[in-house]
């Protein structure tokens, strides 16, 4: 049973614990009022208001692992991509010191991979010539590919023939600077 006075009149009342938490009409004014909880279920609110905290409070340490997670996940990726650029950076520098051990420049690289790109390419269309002249029986195709042909091995030529006097060029200029800081 449930005891509380009307908020209207001040009558003492009882009641069943069936109608904790809500309405009921005062017997002596005729005015409603809220019937308070019983025992039972005001143990019951707090003990799912404490459940409802605790679980906030669960939430928020899984929320603070998953960030802390989060966070040295990202520092050891980080860390990764810059032992990765430190690697990339040590590795272009070894191959620019073998290159200049060797004599070697990208410049030189790139006129020896166009030269070879130019006969590849010349020689290619001289074959597509031939063919289409063979198959069409046209002498005209045939001396274009030859033309090609020509034309792609002179350029390929002198592109080998650059890259081998800037060869020469560039160790005759190391030769002289270090002939100057043995002075």
């Known amino acids: 049973m449930i005891t509380y006075k009307c908020a209207h009149c001040g009558v003492e009342l009882e009641t069943e614990d069936s109608l904790s938490g ?5 017997p002596e004014c005729k005015k409603v009022n ?5 025992k039972f279920d ?15 409070q669960a939430k928020q340490k899984d929320l603070a692992a998953t960030a802390r997670l989060a966070e040295e996940r990202l520092r050891a990726h ?7 650029n430190a690697a990339k950076a040590a590795a272009s520098r070894a191959e620019k010191a073998q290159r200049d051990a060797a004599g070697m420049s990208n410049t030189e690289d790139g006129l020896g991979i166009i030269g070879t790109l130019c006969l590849g390419v ?6 597509i010539l031939v063919v289409v002249g ?3 029986e046209s002498g005209y195709y045939v001396l274009g590919a030859v033309i090609v042909a020509a034309n792609s091995v002179l350029a390929a030529t002198l592109l080998f023939a650059l ?3 800037l060869h020469y060029l ?3 200029t190391n030769a002289i600077e270090e002939g100057k800081k043995q002075l």
């Open 34 to 38: 809220s019937v308070p909880l019983s």
């Open 78 to 84: 980080e860390e990764m991509l810059a032992n990765e």
């Open 134 to 136: 063979v198959r069409q």
């Open 22 to 26: 809500k309405h009921e009409a005062c």
């Open 170 to 172: 560039r160790r005759i």
């Open 163 to 165: 890259k081998w006097i």
């Open 42 to 56: 005001l143990a019951k609110q707090k003990h799912a208001e404490k459940a409802k905290q605790l679980a906030e």
């Open 122 to 127: 010349g020689m290619l269309a001289a074959i």
